[in-house]
């Protein structure tokens, strides 16, 4: 059974960081792909992908300000976000790429503002 727990949001200034975690239980980080999503309103984007070989892949307005990692041994995942800004508001999911759609966790609140 695959649980998802994310955690590490909270609210800070345009051009802050934030560390986001995700523990998980249920999946294999050697044959699975994991993404990091985020829905500030209606839809889930995907924002953070993750091979198991080590393969990032970011869409272009995030490329350079988001890291994608895990720790295979310890089932965690972790989105490193810099220089933040208002548009990154939104809560932020992970789950496996392609998305487990049964098994999302509560996601965790990031809000940026001044």
């Known amino acids: 059974q695959v649980q998802l727990m994310e955690s590490g949001g909270g609210s800070v200034q345009p051009g802050g960081s934030l560390t986001l975690s995700c523990a998980t239980s249920?999946?294999?980080?050697?044959?699975?792909?994991m993404g990091w999503y985020r829905q500030a309103g209606e839809g889930r984007e995907l924002i953070a992908r993750l091979?198991?070989?080590?393969?990032?892949l970011y869409p272009s307005s995030l490329k350079g300000r988001f890291t994608i990692s895990a720790d295979k041994a310890a089932k965690t995942l972790y989105l490193q976000m810099n220089s933040l800004k208002a548009e990154d508001t939104a809560v932020y999911y992970c789950?496996?790429?392609?998305?487990?759609?049964?098994?999302w966790g509560p996601g965790t609140q990031v809000t940026v503002s001044s």
């Open positions: 789950n496996t790429q392609p998305p487990d759609f049964g098994s």
């Open positions: 249920g999946i294999d980080f050697t044959i699975n792909a």
């Open positions: 091979t198991p070989a080590g393969h990032t």
